[in-house]
Structures are given as C-alpha cells and as structure tokens.
C-alpha cells in the first residue's frame, strides 16, 4: 500500500440517504483491496446524513467529508462529482451512491482489470438489483466488450452502470469531468467522451448491489433523462463526423 498516494479515489456524494448509508459506507469500508481514499460531500441533506459521515470518518482515516460554504445547499450529482473530482488523487476513480453496495472483492477486481489493459478508460460490472429491505429482485448482465457498449451508448442506452464504475483519473480531468448542463445523463455523457479517448469495458461478475426504491426515480427525472441523453447521442454523434443518425 502507498502511504502517500493511495491509487484509487472513491467518490460518493449524499444527499437524504441516512435510511442506506450505513451499508452503502461498510461496503467501502469492507472491500479486499484497502489502497483508497474515500471523498464524499453531503449535497444539502436535511436528514442525518451528514452526522452518520462525521461519524464514520472519525473512525477511519480514509474517509474524508468535503466541505462547502453553504452546507445547505443543493448542488446536483454532477457539480458535487466534479467537486469531489477536483480533491482526488491516484490512478483511478471509483464511483459508489450512497444507497447501493458494493461486493468485497469489486476494487480489487476492477484495479486488476485496468492493470491489465492500459486501453481501458472505465470499467463496470453486471449487478443485482435489491429492494428497500435489501432484497433480492433481479440480475442486470451488462455487455463486456468496447464495441457493443459503445453502439448502445450512442444510441442512448447506458451501458456502464454509474455507481459500479471505475475510471482512470487523468483521462477525466483532461475532459474537464462531468458536464453540469447534463442533469440527468452526465454520467452517460462522460462515457460517450471517454469512449473517444479509451475503450469502455465491463466484467461478467456482479460487483454491485443496486438498490431500488421509492426515491430512485421520479416521471419529471425521467423525462429530463430522455432530453439529456438525446443531447449527449446528438453532441456525440457530431464530435465523431457521424450524420443522419440523431435528429437536430
């Protein structure tokens, strides 16, 4: 392990999660691979959120609460990822939320994985879907290779789960991180802008337990997603000289 620089950054930002933090936050805490630091924010939490962090972080060293100057304020997913972006360090990112878990072994399979091809940007996994009381209710077998997701992200279907997700630091940084303009698709935004700069992969095993629940997603977020993941197909589809396939 490097004292210094542990090679992996873990981003999570929270925002009324107190019901799941604490698994989500053991998750992390309990993974194989112990070489990270774990940076999160509380987007503007009116539950106890933010107190369960304190009290975490105050038992492990790794956890590190960024602070704002308005803690009451409400920023987003993707201005909060972009905070947490700026402060972290090491080869990769590791992306969790705050209501799922990640299995022990996710790190240190994803690590490997990057180690062991330089040409990957991000890596994913299949995953589990559980319900509110941690239940099992589905599997979601994600595509493995580059050529498949990338044909199904830009046609506007995500095919790397966000929270399961690991990228190398440097290539997001140069892309300037998550588009804040992108509310509900920033994540599959950044993926198209990666895939011109790397290939995009996924492992067969399940590393990820997603957690299904009544604040997951609302009619209103889901006609915003379709909005943004148009705009990011059409920007992407323009970026690689591709025409006639996304309507203006």
Request: charged residues 25%; glycine residues 6%; hydrophobic residues 40%.
């Amino acid at each position: 392990m490097n004292d210094l620089i542990p090679i992996v950054s873990v981003v999570m930002s929270v925002y009324n999660n107190a019901r799941y933090l604490p698994a989500a936050l053991d998750s992390i805490l309990n993974q194989t691979f112990k070489d990270f630091r774990f940076l999160l924010v509380d987007d503007g939490s009116t539950d106890d959120s933010r107190s369960i962090v304190q009290t975490y972080a105050a038992k492990d060293t790794r956890i590190q609460l960024i602070e704002r100057s308005n803690p009451q304020e409400n920023w987003g997913l993707a201005r909060s990822l972009n905070q947490l972006l700026s402060q972290a360090t090491g080869e990769f990112i590791a992306r969790m939320d705050a209501d799922d878990i990640s299995l022990p072994d996710r790190f240190a399979r994803q690590v490997e994985f990057l180690r062991q091809h330089s040409e990957v940007v991000c890596v994913g996994s299949s995953l589990n879907w559980i319900d509110e009381k941690g239940r099992f209710v589905g599997h979601c077998t994600m595509p493995e290779h580059n050529e498949e997701i990338q044909t199904l992200l830009l046609g506007g279907v995500s095919m790397l789960h966000h929270p399961c997700t690991m990228f190398r630091r440097i290539p997001v940084i140069q892309l300037g991180g998550y588009n804040e303009s992108m509310i509900a698709s920033s994540d599959l935004d950044l993926w198209l802008r990666l895939g011109e700069v790397g290939k995009l992969a996924n492992l067969p095993e399940t590393l990820l337990l997603y957690r299904l629940h009544s604040q997951s997603i609302t009619n209103a977020k889901q006609a915003r997603q379709s909005y943004d993941a148009h705009e990011a197909c059409k920007r992407a589809w323009q970026r690689r000289g591709i025409q006639g396939r996304v309507r203006p």
